[in-house]
């Protein structure tokens, strides 16, 4: 192990990682926004874009997150539409991970008893009123665990990236490991930077967890 390779080496990865985490974390969020509203269509099973949505999500569940990314940087420009590798990425991995989080979102929708809507009700809330104050938050609560997973994975697919041309994480070890012949130097710091990346969200959900259980 090359030790002094390592240091040299270690800003790259340093800011490949800061690359990750934004580029990743902002396609977290619109997918749990987007993911949310996909949701409360099927929920409310609103006619025509229910269908649609169901469409998306079986398109988007069933076909990896690296096809997508190929489509939107290299088959798109052949339309006519050229977007720069960062929009690429934000919006693949967001297409693929608004799915998931739907999934999540009425999952945890639909194991909210019917008698609390019912309760709801018989206690004068309107059906907004009903669904803000009594099934969502408990629909939420629900969810939080297969939601925390969807974010753990939707920060490992980030790997991808590098097939768009970013100099994410996995581009820094791939050109590192081309140029240098350094393996097991560039697999390495490629391990403790994810670990890094997503120790810590692995145990912020274990925590949300333990916090929603004992509520």
Known sequence: MDWEFIGAVLPEYLKAAGLT????GLGVVLSLICGLACALVRYWRLPVLSYLVQIYIELSRNTPLVIQLFFLYYALPKLGVVWPSSVCAIVGLTFLGSSYMAEAFRSGL?????????GAYSL???????FRYVVLPQALATSVPA???????????TSMFSIVALADLMYVAKEH????????EALLLLV???TALLLP???LGHALERRLQHG
């Open 192 to 194: 403790l930077a994810y």
């Open 124 to 130: 004068a809330l309107t059906r907004q009123q009903a």
């Open 21 to 24: 985490f934004a580029l990743g």
């Open 177 to 184: 490991i081309g140029l240098y012949y350094k393996t097991d």
């Open 110 to 118: 639909e194991a909210v008893p019917e008698n609390q809507l019912e």
């Open 201 to 203: 969200l692995s145990l």
């Open 147 to 157: 939601l925390m997973t969807n974010v753990v994975f939707l920060i490992k697919e």
